[in-house]
């Protein structure tokens, strides 16, 4: 059995209010992830982008 089919049974035993808190959880944890991931890509990006960032040329641009 995996563990999917673990939660599912778990889950189909609890009452409607404690399965939806389980459902919230899981969108948590899924959100948690995204912001993860999101967080990486713009790690990654960031030594890219500084040369275009830190120019003289929009020195004006940084009190906007």
Excluded: C, S
Aim: charged share 35%; glycine share 2%; no cysteine.
């Amino acid at each position: 059995m995996t563990i999917a089919e673990l939660v599912y049974e778990q889950t189909k035993i609890l009452p409607d209010h404690l399965a939806r808190e389980v459902l919230d959880f899981i969108g948590y944890l899924r959100e948690k992830e995204d912001r993860v991931e999101w967080r990486d890509l713009m790690k990654a990006q960031t030594p890219t982008l500084t040369a275009i960032w830190d120019n003289t040329e929009d020195e004006v641009w940084n009190d906007v």
